[in-house]
């Protein structure tokens, strides 16, 4: 019962935080910035809305939305938000969720491809790249943590004898595994400096350049989508972080989302203080906190014997 | 065992059939489809319940005085000869609205002549327990499936492709002629039961011979530079089989090399490791590259070849490091990639040889729109993308689950296993990447959008038998996705006989295996729900359509969408050093520029390796030989009376 | 009376060359029938050799003998069909010559005597010239030439060998006949540096008949330019027979205790003849010298499979009847190639697959049976030869071996793919293909699938005898 | 040289002086341009070398089959042959040896270094030989060696002839100096007349064509067949 009432929270409040980190920017740009909920309003405002389909489209451009939707949701199912056991858990499920995460890739990738635009090709194939790049260093943390863990589930990281914590024996280690995660974030969620959502021209956009095309309520299930994705990425975030441990069971909860808002908080602040990248330098980027984190698995292989 | 010989019988009856009707088109096609894959129906229908309840059988034969044939069937053997029976008669129903060229009537018939051959000689292949045996089925396979590549010798390239895999068929057969003539030499025996008896240190040598042998067969880097030329010469349900089924001969051969020799040093399973990355990631980034979709397949296959290589090195060090969980999970892993391998690397080359048909081209820069003009290969195409980038629900992901899984167990080894275990991990994550980038090229520029040229254009959907298996295979890769278990307990009565894997407890696993196939459901019927959910949101709502959204510009032609060249260019480049692109760009001059080209190529280095250090300086060596004919008696008698005094300097 | 199979050809042949075109046909058929069937009742025992002397039944011997009959056969009746389409000066002088020409080869395989095989030998040269010289073109004349005086050469130094064998007979003081068998059994008597010198002039002379490099410079001119029923008799009969004198000596000096000493100069001269042939094939410009070419490097595989020994032995022995039935077959197909191109040239060629579909079958497959490839015996000759070659320890020599299959086989199908499925660029078709030239090769390449599924008992057991006298055998 | 000196003094028997003869012969070969020349040059060493069994110590007791056949050897080696080559020299036009690959006075150089060789080899399986006579295997290894040099050094296809002939004719030699026993007397004579029979004529119809194809008997004419 908890499990789902922590589910259902989540996914209620996953449109609200986006709207801090639009807060952290406006504040810093010394202006007034949307309302908390200007999310939910979007959201109420697609869902009402027809959509236009370009004629170029198939059944795929609508799946893609869907299927991405789907895909992030499932992360949310198995993934323990609020320290509360998830509705799903069961050894492997990482690889099935990140491969998941693939498969929302891949219609989005291919919606995009669907309406013959150039630019969406073009959004296409960097998403395809950078996304692959990104997956190196989540299966090098998984690794890690398996290796400090022997498991391979996002509850089991978290719980039992071996559970991980960034105040136990590894904190050395898993500081660098926090500055490659963030990295990682930004780059899924196509965040500045990878990405930057609020740009002018098409075609230096990644994300949404890919989605331009899409409108109404399609809209609304990738904009959702990308939520969900974007709180799950800060959930694991925060579970590493997070540095309180309550016995009571939504004191522990809201903690938990004091630092998962901690988190968005420090997103807009990153996206106020630094441009975003030339695509070239991008794959360094991202490459950097691989390297990191595989520094960091060969470390622990003297540090385990 | 008998039941084995019969389907064999059949089979090879329904190639001959081939020959001996090629006068009434219709009816050959359909007396050799039907005879065939009764055959090969006879053979799963023994092999199934043979390799569940876990049986071996041996039968062997006296030949020529000396020499025996020798058969035997253990859980491996019985496994691979799944793909073998199970594939081709799919295959074969396709080639009945796809061989539909009456003038070649004489040349389908041997096509079918051949291809009975090639499923015989695979059957042979796994069935053999000696030397002899083994190798005359492998040396069958290799013949028989040249010919079925020379089907459209008329074009050059064809016939060079053709050539290419005739080179490595037979100089791979000769190293394994080698490897298998030094086991001999320490044995005296041609059986396969006397290899464990060698002596260690000649192990790893016979190893590496035979790991090149087989591996051109099977397309590991650097010697699988014939399968991205012989495939796209193959008509496409030939190329369905090679690279579906045929390859998976040359893994068969690694593994079955590897369970005889036994060996205890551990350098085995590294180098099978190692080479299966090296394989799995140049062979998918070639596979991104490649505008063509067949050679964008054959790499894929390379690609995969490289996936089943690094599970085998997972199981194989698993043996050698005593860890038997990683050892148990690698080769299951690689045996269930094999027969999902088979079954959606066919579909997709079906999907291809469909496009090709009805498109005319291949070269996805010509294609285009065509998932509204053929919806049944396009569906199917998609599924069968979704399932070899390994993405679930569907059959690829079973698979490299249970590599993954394997790999993750051996994550306690030490110092050079467990890094090599971590680059194995994190090679699967990156093939998988650059495979969803990959498939997604394909789809999203051959299917989708609008096409490129008017034939893409007036494409329409293929013949009711190519559309049928394509449908079954893209139905059985989601079954696969998402009912696993009784695959994955096939893949795991494939390698009970293996010894060093027998005692392992799977139970266990079989649970987080329900819990996957519970993860797709759920997947699935979330998706279901939203789309029902998306479907009442556009209830009574006015769905408006028109182009697409231009970015401003307000002439948009076909021309202008995204290239597959352009899609793939930075993540090629990125690999740059392994894989060399080759780029022509005339410029813009002048105030008033004129025309402009740029073009870009990729080139194998395999290839250009080979040629560069190898065939170059060979064939300019031989020809500064040439003199030694040189036409003039006087030289001829000098090189006797030469023989003379340097045989008399050995008195 | 085996010597029958030496003299009923001999006087067909003189009654062949008087007889008219038609007739002459007729008698060499029945001639090769009668050879065949002789053949096989010695094989079977029914009739001895009358001037044991001179004439001993060997295994060997009569394995080739067999084989060249055999062969023989299908080559005449073949040659019926071709001579008809060809334009050759004189049609009973190919009659004529091929009969008589098998008669010495008949003897050379019956010669027990060292001066009787050599005469036979000699009188091979002697038969095959004319056949050679048989268009009278320059090239004809010049292929003639070039065969006469190297082969001469070579003969005449293996007269010097003889000599020096009876030299070594002197030295130790033995009075028996000079012949082979009565030599064995003396064998470790005899002077082993004379025996040696004399094992080297024989293995340059005979070799040199046999198409070892670096003598076998005459074969790739004689074979292209020689009729190809002629080639095809040359290459799977004359090679073979030249071979069995090889073998004569390498036996004697392997009973003397010398074995080692000519093993080791036999697999020389093979690997050497393999590696010479590969360097030829590839960029080879004229069908049949490739397929002449093919025939040098399997008689090196030959050789090197007799010397290495052992397991070896039985694959030399399988592949040298296996090469003699591919091959013949090979040349006969590419008579009709040249038939139909009007062309020995590679280029001139092509589409055979559509143009020539039964010949391209034949030529197709024999390229197979060549290259080792099932179901044709050369696989397993190979096999074994190498497999033989690894139990012996020689991996240096065998790794040379396989890297010369390897080439010879890149070299050869390039031409053969190019022949057979190439575009042709002026389709005109002299002479249409049709059964009476086509079946023969089906035949003989029948012949070496049969003999590679049903191997009779009574061929094998003559391999094995005569492998054992080299000390071969196929438990190794 | 010193073995070589003595060898040369011990002229005593008829038969050195035949040998002698032949090594002139030989070097005469050698440094003659004339076809004519050569070929009567041969006649003479062929009735030299038929003769040499005849004054060799161990051939003292020689049967009548054996003076037959010594008889037809001479037949064929002084007259039939040189008649053979006199009457094919006639019909061609040309009748000397033009530009040879190796020059006549570099020739005659080799042949003086064949003599060596032979007093070389000689000298070295003195040991082992049954008879004694280091000359005759002189002679004989010097007439091989010149007869092989022919073969590789002259364009002239007539030449090459010759230089079989010649070489042939070493053989003999050889045979002669070899034999001990008499059962070994027919092995050559035999041999060496069915070798000279068989190569002389086929080279002999061959020699006719080429000279009624091309005009000229140059071998160099004949290197159209050749693989570079």
Known sequence: ?305 | MDTLFVSIAVILAGGAAGLLFYRQFTLMKLVTIITTSAGCGIGLYFVLPKLLQGTTATVSYNWMHTLTLFFQLDSVSLFFLMPIFLIPPLTLVYSFHYLENREKRLRTGVNYFFFSILIASMAMVVMSANMITFLLAWELMSISSFFLVMYDYESSENRKAGYLYFIFAQGGAMLLFAAFALVHSHSGSFDFNSFAAIPEQAKLLIFILAFLGFGSKAGIFPLHIWLPKAHPAAPSHVSAIMSGVMIKMGIYGIFRMYLLLDPATPVIGQIVLVTGMVTGILGVVYALAKQDIKQLLAYSSVENIGIILIGLGIGMMGVSGQNQAMAFFGFAGAFLHVFNHSIFKSLLFMGAGSVLHKAKSKNIEELGGLMKRMPVTGRSFLVGSVAISGLPPFSGFIGEFLIYYGAFQGLTGEKLPFILTVLAIISLAVIGGMASACFTKVVGLAFLGEPRTEQADNASESGIAMGAVMSIMALSCLLIGVLPEPFVRLAFSGIQDITAVSSFNSDSFLLIVRHLSKTAMLFIAIFIAVSLFRKILYLKKEIGSGSTWGCGFTQPTVRMQYTGTSYAYEMVEFFKPFVPIKNAYTGVKKIFPGKTTWQSEVTDIAETGYQRYLTTPLLSFITKLKWIQHGHIQLYIGYIIVAIIVLLLFL | MLELTTIIPFFAGIIAIFMPVRVGRGILVLTALLHLQLTVMGWLGKITPAFPEYFAVTDEGMLILLVTSFVFLFISIYAVSYMSETEISSEPIYTGCTLFFLSTMTMVTMADHIIMLWIAIEATTLMSAPLIFLHRSKTALEATWKYVMICSVGIALALLGCFFVVMSMDLGGIHVPITFSSLGTVADKLDPVWLKAGFIFLVIGYGTKMGLAPMHTWLPDAHSEAPSPASALLSGALLNCAFLGVYRCHQLLYQAGLGDFSSNILVGFGLFSMLIAAIFIFHQTGYKRMLAYSSIENMGIIAFGIGIGGLATYGAMLHLIHHSLIKSSLFLSSGNVLLGYGSKLVNKTGNMAKLFPKTFTAFFAGFAGISGFPPFGIFISELLIIMGAFQQGRSVVVSIFIFALILVFAGASRLVTKMCFAPCENPEILVKENWARTLPSFALLAASLILCIWLPDSIYETIISAIATIGGSVNG | MIELSSAFFSINHLSDALMSLTILSVLMSLGSNRLMALVKIMAFQGIVVSLTPLFLEHHESMNFSSIILLLIMLFIKGMLIPGFMYAAVKKIKIRREVEPIIGYHASLFAGLLFILLGAFIANRLHISLPVENDLLLITAITTLSAGLFLLMSRRKAITQVIGYLMMENGIYLIGTALAKETHTMYVVEFGVLLDLLVGIMIMGIVLHNINSSYNDVDTALLGQLKDN
């Open chain 1, 1 to 305: 019962m908890e499990s789902v009432l922590a589910f259902c929270f989540a996914v209620a409040i996953a449109p609200l935080l986006p709207a801090v980190i639009q807060k952290t920017k406006a504040y810093f740009a010394g202006k007034q910035g949307p309302p908390l909920l200007i999310n939910y309003y979007t959201m109420i405002k697609l869902f009402k809305k027809g959509s236009v389909y370009s004629t170029s489209t198939s059944f795929v451009f609508k799946l893609g939305p869907v299927v991405g939707f789907s895909t992030s949701l499932m992360m949310l199912l198995y993934f323990p938000m609020a320290e509360v056991a998830p509705i799903f858990s069961f050894h492997g499920d990482v690889l099935i969720l990140f491969y998941l995460m693939g498969l929302g890739r891949f219609f989005t990738i291919l919606a995009a491809l669907d309406t013959a635009s150039p630019f969406e090709g073009m959004g296409a194939a960097r998403e395809a790249f950078f996304s692959t790049l990104a997956e190196m260093t989540i299966f090098a943390i998984l690794i890690l943590f398996f290796k400090l863990t022997g498991s391979l589930s996002f509850y089991e990281f978290f719980s039992g004898d071996q559970a991980i914590d960034l105040m136990g024996e590894y904190s050395a280690l898993l500081i660098l595994v926090v500055v490659g995660l963030y990295v990682v974030m930004l780059t899924e969620n196509s965040r500045v400096p990878v990405d930057d959502p609020a740009t002018h021209l098409e075609l230096t956009m990644i994300h949404e350049a890919m989605i331009l095309d899409h409108s109404g309520p399609d809209l609304a299930l990738i904009e959702m989508g990308a939520w969900f994705k974007l709180l799950f990425y800060s959930g694991f975030l925060a579970r590493l972080i997070d540095p309180f441990h309550a016995e009571n069971v939504i004191v522990n909860g809201l903690l938990f989302y004091a630092v998962v808002t901690f988190i968005y908080i420090s997103i807009g602040v990153v996206e106020s203080i630094t441009a975003r990248y030339k695509m070239p330098q991008v794959p360094k980027f991202i490459l950097t906190p691989f390297i990191l984190v595989f520094f960091v698995i060969i470390l622990s292989m003297g540090v385990m014997q």
